[in-house]
């Protein structure tokens, strides 16, 4: 695997949606206007980002699986 770039694709593709899931706990924890303008943009992009690791995830498992 760690001869695979699409593992690496995969893994920072999976890191995005957890930084973007930090900012969108981070700024519902501390509340004020940067959530209320931000929150649901921010949760908009981690469905988004989220969706794209998980088609990534699929492909990868496919492709190793033999296709």
Same mark, same amino acid.
């Not at 949760?43 to 469905?47: A, E, L, Q």
């Given at each position: 695997m760690k001869d695979d770039p699409l593992?690496? &694709?995969v893994a920072a593709?999976?890191?995005a949606v !957890? !930084?973007?899931l930090m900012i969108g706990? #981070? #700024?519902f924890a501390k509340g004020g206007d940067?959530?209320?303008k931000h929150a649901n943009k921010i949760?908009?992009?981690?469905?988004g980002a989220q969706f794209i690791? !998980? /088609?990534l995830i699929l /492909?990868? &498992?496919w492709l190793r699986k033999g296709g």
């Open positions: 593992f690496y &694709v593709a999976c890191f !957890v !930084v973007i706990i #981070g #700024g940067f959530n209320r949760m908009r992009w981690r469905i690791a !998980v /088609l /492909l990868f &498992v």
